[in-house]
């Protein structure tokens, strides 16, 4: 079983930075991609970005160029660098991750969840 434990997460102003981590945990044998996720009130929830374990990465339209992911693979752990935020990325944000089994099974796991709230 895998775990994967968010942090970072907090109240910033518009304009502020905040840096996310989310380390997997538990019976791991390979990672393939990883991701953020985010769900703000009454939305569904959204990609944000994504990364490779080869480190070729993805992002929303509403984030690029403001928000970079990165991972440690010896780490298994992935980042989320936010920049020049805004009130819009006010969401709880979702660590995920595809995983394979030492079986050659795929499967996905998903952390709990950080809040964050962007507000003057």
């Known amino acids: 079983q895998v775990q994967l434990v968010e942090s970072g997460g907090g109240l910033v102003q518009p304009g502020g930075s905040l840096r996310l981590s989310c380390a997997a945990s538990?019976?791991?044998?390979?990672?393939?991609?990883m991701a953020w996720y985010r769900q703000a009130p009454g939305k569904q929830r959204e990609l944000v970005a994504g990364i490779t374990s080869g480190g070729s990465t993805n992002y929303a339209d509403s984030v690029l160029g403001r928000f970079t992911i990165s991972r440690d693979n010896a780490k298994n752990t992935v980042y989320l660098q936010m920049n020049s935020l805004k009130s819009e990325d006010t969401a709880v944000y979702y660590c995920?991750?595809?995983?394979?089994?030492?079986?050659?099974?795929?499967?996905?796991?998903w952390g709990r969840g950080t809040q964050v709230t962007v507000s003057s």
């Open positions: 995920h991750a595809n995983l394979l089994s030492l079986s050659s099974y795929a499967y996905d796991s």
């Open positions: 538990g019976s791991i044998f390979k990672i393939n991609a």
